[in-house]
């Protein structure tokens, strides 16, 4: 009788990179906690999207922001004195003074003297009263010298300093069509060309004028970033005002187009051919936080937290239990490179992380922004691009951390240690800049821009104005690093721990 | 005649003999196994690290900073509970892990007990690593603060321990740690697993302040900070703007207090009625 001795079905090895991710994934679905971690993670993501503390702030009437040309939120809100601009013509203005009223932020309240460094006052052209519609202006600011400013979005630097009685600003607005072009002068007689603005779709029949406007007064104190803030009013005096066409009478409306104060406080006077205008709000590009109103579509990812903890769990425990249960020295039996082998397990753990975040993200920010609006939040409008690359990206930090975590694992070997890390590296960070800021804005900055919380920019949606005075810390939304750069960061630490894995790996005795 | 004498029904022994065994046992385990000979040091060396590093990197350049200096001298806590934690779940995640609590629970059958006594050595390991961290943050807080802007000239006393509200603060923080130890060893106590253990630790920790800070509806807002226990628990050490603190300080302790209370009768329940 001839005994055929057993042979496994399977074939022999070496095995390939294939065979390496099948067993690895094989490990990572047979393992009921592991798996029930991942839904788990998913859900905590998807849940605090919808809790119902998800609500926003709104200090805007109707929740409404005027939309500007390029169609992105603005605030449009000044005094105007204007008349009626038909087809072309020029107006010239000389400023000779431009002060403020700032709150007083205590109890007690009022107002006391003082200037917000964009309050501006000046010459403007513009298509209509309506808030959001195109415009283009030369201005004298409170701290930033003359500007010419045009739909909304643009800023062109002119004259430096500020403006007094002995040292005046004129400035000029010049209409061809479509085009404004800017001029200032210190003298009235020697002129310089600021900058050219193509107004689109400027009517024939524009109003011209001058306005006044004084945006928010945000104080940031140092220490906590605890910002605090309130409308601010400023009053500007212009005379030698001419203008190349027909003069007809002057009229005087508040524009309210977000953020100033009411109407009662503004206004403007004209005696012996000066115009003292006072006026509140600003006419700039919207923002959030403590300067601005609403809130971004990254609110819907509250819970991204949530399911970090638990997926940085699972990828540390997905390297650690093969230490634990001793399964290390089966799987570098059957695969010996063991570079390889924790490849394919990164692999496994970053591409379940990566779909679990992907769909819970995608819940989140397509069920999350409905709630908000309907809780009566004024969420700020983000193009399909944007949202799709703050899914991915939420997905992918997802997919990263969990690879930090397994990393650590091989390089800890302890389960409880390596979690531990995890957390704290990603967490204590984000903890210190975004959550409850201890730590100033420039020590803070540098946080968010070398540590693991870097990626969270990927969630970012709004765009840093130079010519809107706002606190842009990541508590409102602004991170210091564009959004791919924040998510490079992670990855480098990825890199980082997975090549000092492999390293260790190779060396140690298993 | 002879007799043997019957042998004495062996007595047992009283509860507080148990309870002294235990202590015993529990402090040899603690004092030989590894991970303890390194992370009490690292308890002490994050709070003045940590500490340290944000009060060099703060300044309060004019009165009326709205800036706590309590607060930045013990922002080392809020690393050192993570090492807190990792000790607390080691001393009993780490036996599952290695099979010896079947030895423990061999030798001494009443579980409760076993606990306690790990909590009473843990509570004193932490107590005593605590203070020495407090204290060296609190000199490192003197040293530095006073040179960026926390002087009186800007409304700030030198801190000082005799000063009744950074006293509570700093006292408060080491209870602190206390708990926060308490609390892993009966959430560890309940889910056995280390890595799950630590993760729901560190997760109920830092979790709350986070969502907290993201929820703009204030309401909201004040409630997750009256109930998350490191919120709440760190309002101990505000000594500034007292009057608007969502929860007053002892009381933010003391929710931080039911938490560890429930979650080490939580772990006692499950270690006496489950298999161990």
Known sequence: ?510 | MSSTPAPAARRADPWYADAGHALHAEWTKARTAGGTTWLLPAVIAATVAVGGAVATATRCPAAGCGQDPAKVSLSGIDLAQAVVAIQAVLMISGEYGTGMIQVTLTAMPRRTTMLAAKAAILTGLVMVAGTVAVLGSVLAGRLILPGHGFNPAHGYPLLSLADGTYLRAAAGSVLYLALIGLLALGIATAVRDSAAAIGAVLGLLYLFPVIAAAVSSPHWQRHLEQIAPMSAGLAIQATTGLNTLPINPWAGLGVLAAWTAGALLAGALLLRIRDA
């Open chain 1, 1 to 510: 009788m001839i005994v055929t001795p057993y042979r496994s079905r399977l074939r022999e090895g070496p095995y390939g990179f294939a065979d390496l991710l099948r067993a690895e994934w094989t490990k990572f679905r047979t393992v009921r906690g592991w798996v029930i971690g991942v839904i788990a993670g998913a859900l905590a993501i998807a849940a605090l999207a919808l809790a119902p503390a998800q609500q926003g702030s709104c200090n805007v009437a109707g929740c409404t922001v005027p939309v500007g040309p390029g169609g992105e939120e603005v605030s449009d809100g000044f005094y105007f004195v204007h008349q009626p601009l038909a087809g072309n013509g020029s107006i010239t203005v000389r400023v000779t003074s431009l002060t403020g009223q700032i709150p007083v932020l205590t109890q007690s309240g009022g107002m006391r003297a003082g200037l917000v460094p964009w309050a501006k006052t000046g010459i403007i052209i513009k298509a209509s009263t309506s808030p959001g519609s195109a415009y283009a202006a030369m201005m004298v600011t409170g701290s930033h010298g003359v500007r010419m400013q045009y739909d909304f979005t643009q800023d062109v630097p002119g004259l430096p300093g500020a403006v007094s009685a002995a040292s005046p600003r004129w400035l000029r607005l010049t209409r061809s069509g479509d085009t404004i072009t800017g001029y200032d002068s210190a003298d009235g007689t020697h002129w310089a060309r600021v900058g050219t603005a193509t107004l689109a779709g400027l009517p024939p029949a524009a109003q011209a004028g001058l306005f006044t406007a004084s945006p928010q007064y945000v104080q940031t104190s140092l220490g906590e970033a605890s910002i605090s803030g309130g409308p601010s009013v400023a009053t500007g005096a212009l005379d030698h005002v001419s203008l190349t066409w027909r003069s007809g009478a002057w009229a005087g409306d508040n524009v309210e187009g977000g953020g100033g104060l009411p109407a009662s406080t503004v206004g403007f006077s004209q005696a012996t051919g000066t115009f003292t205008i006072t006026g509140s709000g600003d006419i700039a590009p919207a923002v959030s936080g403590g300067g601005g109103v609403g809130v971004t579509i990254a609110q819907t990812l509250v819970g991204t937290f949530a399911g970090l903890i638990v997926l940085a769990a699972v990828g540390a425990m997905f390297m650690t239990a093969e230490y634990r249960r001793r399964l290390i020295h089966v799987t570098l039996t059957a695969a010996p490179r063991r570079g390889r082998v924790l490849a394919a397990k990164a692999v496994v753990a970053g591409a379940v992380t990566f779909a679990a975040g992907l769909v819970s993200a995608a819940i989140a920010v397509v069920l999350g922004q409905r709630i908000l609006r309907s809780n009566g939040a004024y969420v700020y409008p983000a193009s399909a691009l944007t949202q799709v690359r703050v899914i991915a990206g939420t997905a992918a930090v997802l997919a990263v951390a969990a690879v930090i975590a397994l990393a650590t694992g091989a390089i800890l070997r302890r389960g409880v240690a390596a979690v531990a890390v995890v957390v704290v590296v990603i967490v204590l960070p984000y903890l210190f800049t975004v959550a409850a800021p201890i730590l100033p804005y420039g020590p803070a900055g540098w946080l968010l821009r070398l540590t693991p919380v870097a990626a969270f920019a990927v969630q970012q949606t709004l765009v840093q104005y130079p010519q809107v005075s706002n606190t842009y810390t990541a508590a409102y939304g602004y991170y210091p690093l564009p959004p791919w750069a924040g998510l490079a960061v992670l990855c480098a630490w990825a890199a980082l721990a997975l090549g000092l894995a492999a390293f260790l790996l190779r060396r140690r005795d298993a």
